[in-house]
Protein backbone atom coordinates (compact mmCIF):
# COMPACT_ATOMS: atom_id res chain seq x y z
CA UNK A 1 0.00 0.00 0.00
CA UNK A 2 2.68 2.27 0.97
CA UNK A 3 4.41 1.55 -2.39
CA UNK A 4 1.42 2.35 -4.50
CA UNK A 5 1.20 5.74 -2.35
CA UNK A 6 5.06 6.22 -3.07
CA UNK A 7 4.61 5.45 -6.95
CA UNK A 8 1.12 7.50 -6.95
CA UNK A 9 3.15 10.81 -5.46
CA UNK A 10 6.13 10.53 -7.69
CA UNK A 11 3.58 10.17 -10.92
CA UNK A 12 1.70 13.18 -9.94
CA UNK A 13 5.07 15.33 -9.27
CA UNK A 14 6.33 14.11 -12.38
CA UNK A 15 3.19 15.19 -14.27
CA UNK A 16 3.44 18.66 -12.26
CA UNK A 17 7.44 19.06 -13.50
CA UNK A 18 6.63 18.40 -16.79
CA UNK A 19 4.01 21.02 -17.16
CA UNK A 20 6.36 23.49 -15.68
CA UNK A 21 8.72 22.62 -18.03
CA UNK A 22 6.21 22.61 -20.66
CA UNK A 23 4.90 25.87 -20.14
CA UNK A 24 8.70 27.39 -19.17
CA UNK A 25 10.05 26.60 -22.45
CA UNK A 26 7.18 28.26 -24.21
CA UNK A 27 8.03 31.68 -22.37
CA UNK A 28 12.44 32.23 -22.24
CA UNK A 29 14.02 35.61 -21.99
CA UNK A 30 16.20 35.88 -24.90
CA UNK A 31 18.09 38.64 -23.64
CA UNK A 32 18.43 41.89 -21.49
CA UNK A 33 19.15 45.47 -23.28
CA UNK A 34 20.27 48.58 -21.15
CA UNK A 35 19.45 51.95 -22.89
CA UNK A 36 21.49 54.54 -21.30
CA UNK A 37 19.14 58.24 -21.22
CA UNK A 38 18.77 60.64 -18.59
CA UNK A 39 15.03 60.19 -18.68
CA UNK A 40 12.16 57.96 -18.48
CA UNK A 41 10.00 58.26 -22.03
CA UNK A 42 6.32 58.62 -21.40
CA UNK A 43 5.17 55.28 -23.31
CA UNK A 44 3.24 57.37 -26.18
CA UNK A 45 6.76 58.99 -26.90
CA UNK A 46 8.53 55.62 -27.46
CA UNK A 47 8.27 53.42 -30.69
CA UNK A 48 9.73 51.66 -33.51
CA UNK A 49 10.85 52.93 -36.76
CA UNK A 50 12.21 51.07 -40.22
CA UNK A 51 14.50 52.62 -42.40
CA UNK A 52 13.83 52.79 -46.23
CA UNK A 53 17.39 53.45 -46.92
CA UNK A 54 19.21 50.81 -44.58
CA UNK A 55 16.10 48.35 -44.31
CA UNK A 56 17.24 48.42 -40.22
CA UNK A 57 15.21 48.52 -37.59
CA UNK A 58 15.55 51.66 -34.79
CA UNK A 59 14.13 51.99 -31.64
CA UNK A 60 13.41 55.65 -30.11
CA UNK A 61 12.88 57.46 -27.01
CA UNK A 62 11.90 60.99 -27.02
CA UNK A 63 11.24 63.57 -24.19
CA UNK A 64 10.06 67.07 -25.35
CA UNK A 65 9.17 68.10 -21.97
CA UNK A 66 12.35 68.58 -19.86
CA UNK A 67 15.33 67.18 -22.03
CA UNK A 68 13.84 68.52 -25.38
CA UNK A 69 15.00 65.45 -27.41
CA UNK A 70 14.69 62.41 -29.06
CA UNK A 71 17.11 59.53 -28.74
CA UNK A 72 17.62 56.99 -31.54
CA UNK A 73 19.40 53.77 -30.83
CA UNK A 74 19.63 50.12 -32.78
CA UNK A 75 18.14 46.83 -31.86
CA UNK A 76 21.26 46.49 -29.54
CA UNK A 77 21.38 49.57 -27.49
CA UNK A 78 23.42 51.32 -29.39
CA UNK A 79 22.62 54.89 -29.38
CA UNK A 80 22.58 56.37 -32.97
CA UNK A 81 21.47 59.26 -32.64
CA UNK A 82 20.34 62.04 -31.01
CA UNK A 83 18.10 64.97 -32.47
CA UNK A 84 16.99 68.64 -30.73
CA UNK A 85 13.67 69.69 -30.32
CA UNK A 86 13.69 73.05 -29.49
CA UNK A 87 12.30 74.52 -33.24
CA UNK A 88 9.87 72.03 -32.75
CA UNK A 89 8.50 73.33 -29.61
CA UNK A 90 9.53 77.36 -30.15
CA UNK A 91 6.73 76.60 -32.76
CA UNK A 92 3.97 74.30 -31.57
CA UNK A 93 4.38 75.23 -27.89
CA UNK A 94 3.99 71.77 -26.69
CA UNK A 95 4.42 68.18 -28.32
CA UNK A 96 1.67 65.46 -28.29
CA UNK A 97 2.48 63.03 -30.69
CA UNK A 98 5.79 62.13 -32.75
CA UNK A 99 6.33 60.18 -35.76
CA UNK A 100 9.50 58.93 -37.31
CA UNK A 101 9.47 58.03 -40.91
CA UNK A 102 12.94 58.33 -41.26
CA UNK A 103 16.03 60.14 -39.65
CA UNK A 104 14.91 63.93 -41.70
CA UNK A 105 11.35 63.31 -41.84
CA UNK A 106 10.17 63.35 -38.41
CA UNK A 107 6.53 64.41 -37.89
CA UNK A 108 5.75 66.05 -34.72
CA UNK A 109 2.11 67.04 -33.58
CA UNK A 110 1.52 69.78 -31.18
CA UNK A 111 -0.71 69.76 -27.63
CA UNK A 112 -4.38 71.31 -28.16
CA UNK A 113 -3.36 73.49 -31.25
CA UNK A 114 -4.33 71.46 -34.12
CA UNK A 115 -0.19 72.04 -35.96
CA UNK A 116 2.26 69.59 -37.35
CA UNK A 117 5.35 69.90 -38.37
CA UNK A 118 8.41 68.32 -40.07
CA UNK A 119 11.90 68.45 -38.90
CA UNK A 120 15.24 67.03 -40.10
CA UNK A 121 17.88 65.28 -37.90
CA UNK A 122 19.58 68.95 -36.97
CA UNK A 123 15.82 69.53 -35.69
CA UNK A 124 15.64 72.00 -38.00
CA UNK A 125 11.83 72.48 -39.40
CA UNK A 126 11.21 72.12 -42.88
CA UNK A 127 7.23 71.34 -43.43
CA UNK A 128 4.35 73.06 -41.34
CA UNK A 129 0.92 72.31 -41.59
CA UNK A 130 -2.29 74.18 -39.08
CA UNK A 131 -5.31 71.52 -39.31
CA UNK A 132 -7.54 74.00 -38.55
CA UNK A 133 -7.42 76.04 -41.68
CA UNK A 134 -7.80 72.66 -43.51
CA UNK A 135 -10.94 71.47 -41.37
CA UNK A 136 -12.86 74.46 -40.66
CA UNK A 137 -13.50 74.46 -45.00
CA UNK A 138 -15.37 71.04 -44.59
CA UNK A 139 -16.78 71.11 -41.12
CA UNK A 140 -18.92 73.60 -38.38
CA UNK A 141 -17.53 72.06 -35.09
CA UNK A 142 -14.48 72.73 -33.89
CA UNK A 143 -12.10 69.90 -32.64
CA UNK A 144 -8.88 69.03 -31.03
CA UNK A 145 -6.79 66.99 -32.89
CA UNK A 146 -4.99 63.76 -30.52
CA UNK A 147 -2.37 60.88 -31.68
CA UNK A 148 -2.28 57.30 -30.79
CA UNK A 149 -0.85 56.76 -27.44
CA UNK A 150 0.70 53.46 -29.27
CA UNK A 151 2.66 55.99 -30.74
CA UNK A 152 3.56 56.83 -34.60
CA UNK A 153 0.27 57.94 -36.23
CA UNK A 154 1.56 58.33 -39.26
CA UNK A 155 -0.91 55.81 -41.60
CA UNK A 156 -0.77 53.77 -44.54
CA UNK A 157 -0.35 54.85 -47.82
CA UNK A 158 1.69 58.08 -47.09
CA UNK A 159 -1.14 59.29 -45.10
CA UNK A 160 -2.11 60.82 -41.40
CA UNK A 161 -4.54 59.52 -38.72
CA UNK A 162 -5.30 61.52 -35.79
CA UNK A 163 -7.89 61.24 -33.19
CA UNK A 164 -10.59 63.69 -33.14
CA UNK A 165 -12.29 65.30 -30.13
CA UNK A 166 -15.37 67.40 -30.92
CA UNK A 167 -15.16 71.00 -28.38
CA UNK A 168 -17.77 72.66 -29.63
CA UNK A 169 -19.73 73.77 -32.87
CA UNK A 170 -19.80 77.22 -33.93
CA UNK A 171 -23.53 77.79 -34.94
CA UNK A 172 -24.46 76.92 -31.89
CA UNK A 173 -21.45 78.93 -29.34
CA UNK A 174 -22.39 82.24 -31.88
CA UNK A 175 -26.60 81.86 -31.47
CA UNK A 176 -25.64 81.27 -27.64
CA UNK A 177 -28.02 77.67 -27.66
CA UNK A 178 -25.44 76.07 -25.68
CA UNK A 179 -26.90 74.98 -22.37
CA UNK A 180 -25.62 77.11 -19.32
CA UNK A 181 -25.33 74.58 -16.07
CA UNK A 182 -22.87 72.43 -15.74
CA UNK A 183 -24.97 69.20 -15.63
CA UNK A 184 -26.82 70.23 -18.72
CA UNK A 185 -23.55 71.24 -20.41
CA UNK A 186 -22.11 68.02 -19.80
CA UNK A 187 -24.88 66.20 -21.36
CA UNK A 188 -25.16 68.60 -24.32
CA UNK A 189 -21.90 67.46 -24.79
CA UNK A 190 -21.41 63.88 -24.40
CA UNK A 191 -24.15 63.67 -27.22
CA UNK A 192 -22.51 65.48 -29.41
CA UNK A 193 -18.84 63.82 -29.15
CA UNK A 194 -21.23 60.64 -29.44
CA UNK A 195 -21.71 61.28 -32.95
CA UNK A 196 -18.60 62.87 -33.57
CA UNK A 197 -15.99 60.95 -36.20
CA UNK A 198 -13.38 59.53 -34.26
CA UNK A 199 -10.50 59.84 -36.95
CA UNK A 200 -9.21 62.74 -39.60
CA UNK A 201 -7.76 61.22 -42.32
CA UNK A 202 -4.85 63.43 -43.95
CA UNK A 203 -3.88 62.91 -47.66
CA UNK A 204 -1.14 64.07 -49.24
CA UNK A 205 0.45 65.57 -46.37
CA UNK A 206 3.73 67.32 -47.77
CA UNK A 207 1.69 69.18 -50.62
CA UNK A 208 0.58 72.81 -50.50
CA UNK A 209 -3.41 72.04 -49.96
CA UNK A 210 -3.51 68.63 -48.45
CA UNK A 211 -6.54 66.91 -48.61
CA UNK A 212 -8.67 65.86 -44.96
CA UNK A 213 -11.94 63.97 -44.32
CA UNK A 214 -13.42 63.18 -41.27
CA UNK A 215 -14.39 59.61 -40.84
CA UNK A 216 -15.53 56.74 -38.86
CA UNK A 217 -18.50 58.57 -36.82
CA UNK A 218 -20.05 57.52 -33.75
CA UNK A 219 -17.53 55.39 -33.21
CA UNK A 220 -18.87 54.89 -29.47
CA UNK A 221 -22.29 53.22 -30.84
CA UNK A 222 -20.37 50.55 -31.11
CA UNK A 223 -19.74 50.33 -27.11
CA UNK A 224 -22.70 51.86 -25.69
CA UNK A 225 -26.18 52.54 -26.64
CA UNK A 226 -26.42 55.71 -24.92
CA UNK A 227 -23.98 58.62 -24.92
CA UNK A 228 -21.98 58.37 -21.91
CA UNK A 229 -18.65 60.03 -20.77
CA UNK A 230 -15.91 58.33 -22.91
CA UNK A 231 -12.93 59.87 -21.01
CA UNK A 232 -9.60 57.97 -22.15
CA UNK A 233 -6.59 57.67 -24.48
CA UNK A 234 -6.81 56.77 -28.22
CA UNK A 235 -5.76 53.62 -28.97
CA UNK A 236 -5.35 52.80 -32.95
CA UNK A 237 -2.03 51.41 -35.31
CA UNK A 238 -2.05 50.34 -38.36
CA UNK A 239 -0.77 46.66 -38.49
CA UNK A 240 -0.88 44.15 -41.54
CA UNK A 241 -2.38 46.80 -44.04
CA UNK A 242 -5.42 47.49 -41.77
CA UNK A 243 -6.26 49.88 -39.15
CA UNK A 244 -6.72 48.38 -35.30
CA UNK A 245 -8.15 50.66 -33.10
CA UNK A 246 -9.69 49.60 -29.07
CA UNK A 247 -10.75 51.14 -25.85
CA UNK A 248 -10.30 50.40 -22.26
CA UNK A 249 -14.43 50.68 -22.53
CA UNK A 250 -14.70 47.46 -23.84
CA UNK A 251 -13.07 43.77 -25.02
CA UNK A 252 -13.31 44.02 -28.14
CA UNK A 253 -10.54 44.97 -30.64
CA UNK A 254 -11.73 47.08 -34.27
CA UNK A 255 -10.88 46.06 -37.30
CA UNK A 256 -10.85 49.25 -39.82
CA UNK A 257 -10.67 49.32 -43.31
CA UNK A 258 -8.22 51.61 -44.58
CA UNK A 259 -9.68 52.84 -47.48
CA UNK A 260 -13.50 53.78 -46.41
CA UNK A 261 -12.85 53.34 -42.51
CA UNK A 262 -15.57 51.44 -41.66
CA UNK A 263 -15.64 48.41 -39.18
CA UNK A 264 -15.06 45.30 -41.18
CA UNK A 265 -14.16 42.97 -37.85
CA UNK A 266 -14.85 42.86 -34.42
CA UNK A 267 -12.18 40.68 -32.21
CA UNK A 268 -13.36 40.36 -29.07
CA UNK A 269 -10.25 39.43 -26.64
CA UNK A 270 -10.90 36.75 -23.50
CA UNK A 271 -8.65 36.21 -20.75
CA UNK A 272 -8.35 33.00 -18.52
CA UNK A 273 -6.63 35.87 -15.69
CA UNK A 274 -8.75 38.42 -15.65
CA UNK A 275 -12.52 39.69 -16.37
CA UNK A 276 -13.21 42.87 -18.23
CA UNK A 277 -16.25 45.01 -16.50
CA UNK A 278 -14.93 48.84 -17.33
CA UNK A 279 -18.02 50.45 -18.79
CA UNK A 280 -18.15 54.47 -19.62
CA UNK A 281 -19.46 56.68 -16.81
CA UNK A 282 -23.38 57.19 -17.08
CA UNK A 283 -24.61 61.29 -17.68
CA UNK A 284 -26.55 61.32 -14.11
CA UNK A 285 -27.11 64.58 -12.52
CA UNK A 286 -26.42 63.39 -8.76
CA UNK A 287 -23.14 61.74 -9.75
CA UNK A 288 -21.87 63.86 -12.30
CA UNK A 289 -19.44 66.29 -10.04
CA UNK A 290 -17.67 63.75 -9.03
CA UNK A 291 -17.56 61.63 -12.16
CA UNK A 292 -13.72 62.23 -12.52
CA UNK A 293 -13.44 60.22 -9.47
CA UNK A 294 -14.75 57.53 -10.72
CA UNK A 295 -12.63 57.79 -14.16
CA UNK A 296 -9.35 58.10 -12.06
CA UNK A 297 -10.80 54.62 -9.73
CA UNK A 298 -11.94 52.37 -13.08
CA UNK A 299 -8.40 53.22 -14.71
CA UNK A 300 -6.40 51.94 -11.84
CA UNK A 301 -8.18 48.84 -11.18
CA UNK A 302 -10.54 47.58 -14.42
CA UNK A 303 -8.98 45.05 -17.13
CA UNK A 304 -8.35 46.73 -20.12
CA UNK A 305 -6.53 45.94 -23.90
CA UNK A 306 -3.66 48.33 -23.33
CA UNK A 307 -0.88 47.19 -26.36
CA UNK A 308 -1.10 45.87 -29.50
CA UNK A 309 1.59 44.21 -32.07
CA UNK A 310 2.20 42.54 -35.16
CA UNK A 311 4.85 40.03 -35.83
CA UNK A 312 5.41 40.34 -39.48
CA UNK A 313 8.03 37.37 -39.32
CA UNK A 314 5.85 35.15 -37.84
CA UNK A 315 2.64 36.20 -38.92
CA UNK A 316 0.75 37.02 -35.67
CA UNK A 317 -0.76 39.35 -33.05
CA UNK A 318 0.29 40.41 -29.44
CA UNK A 319 -1.99 42.07 -27.58
CA UNK A 320 -1.24 43.05 -24.01
CA UNK A 321 -4.08 43.34 -21.34
CA UNK A 322 -3.77 44.60 -18.06
CA UNK A 323 -5.89 42.94 -15.36
CA UNK A 324 -8.59 43.87 -12.81
CA UNK A 325 -7.19 45.04 -9.35
CA UNK A 326 -8.55 44.99 -6.23
CA UNK A 327 -8.32 47.63 -3.66
CA UNK A 328 -5.03 46.18 -1.81
CA UNK A 329 -3.61 45.26 -5.07
CA UNK A 330 -3.75 48.81 -6.25
CA UNK A 331 -1.41 49.87 -3.00
CA UNK A 332 0.87 47.17 -3.81
CA UNK A 333 1.46 48.77 -7.16
CA UNK A 334 2.94 52.48 -8.82
CA UNK A 335 2.26 53.43 -12.31
CA UNK A 336 2.30 50.93 -15.16
CA UNK A 337 3.74 48.45 -12.43
CA UNK A 338 0.75 46.34 -12.40
CA UNK A 339 -0.39 42.58 -13.37
CA UNK A 340 -0.94 41.93 -17.15
CA UNK A 341 -0.82 38.94 -19.77
CA UNK A 342 0.11 38.50 -23.43
CA UNK A 343 -2.17 36.84 -25.37
CA UNK A 344 -0.86 35.28 -28.90
CA UNK A 345 -2.89 35.50 -31.69
CA UNK A 346 -2.71 34.07 -35.62
CA UNK A 347 -2.86 36.57 -38.41
CA UNK A 348 -6.79 35.74 -38.35
CA UNK A 349 -6.71 36.44 -34.56
CA UNK A 350 -7.64 33.26 -33.78
CA UNK A 351 -6.06 33.30 -30.01
CA UNK A 352 -3.56 30.34 -29.77
CA UNK A 353 -1.87 30.92 -25.74
CA UNK A 354 -1.99 33.67 -23.14
CA UNK A 355 1.04 34.12 -20.89
CA UNK A 356 0.62 35.70 -17.52
CA UNK A 357 3.44 37.69 -15.61
CA UNK A 358 2.37 37.27 -12.38
CA UNK A 359 5.89 39.34 -11.33
CA UNK A 360 4.06 42.47 -12.44
CA UNK A 361 5.23 44.68 -9.79
CA UNK A 362 8.78 44.24 -11.73
CA UNK A 363 7.65 44.59 -15.40
CA UNK A 364 6.03 47.41 -16.90
CA UNK A 365 3.91 45.74 -19.87
CA UNK A 366 2.24 49.12 -20.79
CA UNK A 367 5.83 50.72 -22.17
CA UNK A 368 6.43 47.40 -24.12
CA UNK A 369 7.94 47.32 -27.33
CA UNK A 370 7.97 44.86 -30.15
CA UNK A 371 11.15 44.65 -32.19
CA UNK A 372 12.09 41.82 -35.16
CA UNK A 373 13.75 40.12 -32.39
CA UNK A 374 10.82 39.86 -30.18
CA UNK A 375 8.85 41.22 -27.56
CA UNK A 376 10.63 43.59 -25.55
CA UNK A 377 9.24 44.84 -21.73
CA UNK A 378 11.24 47.00 -19.31
CA UNK A 379 11.90 46.22 -16.24
CA UNK A 380 12.55 48.17 -12.57
CA UNK A 381 15.77 49.89 -12.11
CA UNK A 382 17.80 51.22 -9.48
CA UNK A 383 19.25 53.84 -11.38
CA UNK A 384 15.98 54.36 -13.30
CA UNK A 385 16.84 57.95 -14.31
CA UNK A 386 20.02 57.61 -16.04
CA UNK A 387 19.58 53.80 -17.89
CA UNK A 388 16.33 51.79 -19.65
CA UNK A 389 16.49 47.99 -18.92
CA UNK A 390 13.81 45.53 -21.65
CA UNK A 391 13.90 42.44 -21.23
CA UNK A 392 13.57 40.61 -24.80
CA UNK A 393 11.26 37.67 -24.28
CA UNK A 394 10.66 35.21 -26.97
CA UNK A 395 7.50 32.76 -26.89
CA UNK A 396 6.90 29.62 -28.72
CA UNK A 397 3.87 28.71 -29.27
Not at 125 to 147: E, G, M, Q, R
Not at 215 to 230: P, V
Not at 310 to 322: L, P, T
Amino acid sequence: MIMKIKILLLFIISALFYSCQKESSNFTIKNELVFNLNYKPLPKYTGIYNDKKTSKEYIYFADPISKKCIKIFDTNALLIDSIILKKALDTLGEIDGISIISLDTILIGSLRTNKIVAINKQGNIWHYLNLNSLVNAIDSNVYVFHYSALSNFNSLNNKLLLNCEWRYNKYDKLNEIEPKTNFEFGKYYSEKSYKAPYFLNISNYFDISPKVELCLNGFYKNISNTADIFVEPCFYKNLNNKIYLFSVYSNKIFEINPVNFKIQKEIEVISNFTKFNQRPIKVQRETYNTFQDSLNYNGKTKASINRLFYDKIKKEFYVIIFQELNDKTVVKTKGYFRPFSVLIYNQDFTQSNEYNFEDSINYEGYRALLTKDGLMIPIKNKDEESKFTFRLFKFNN
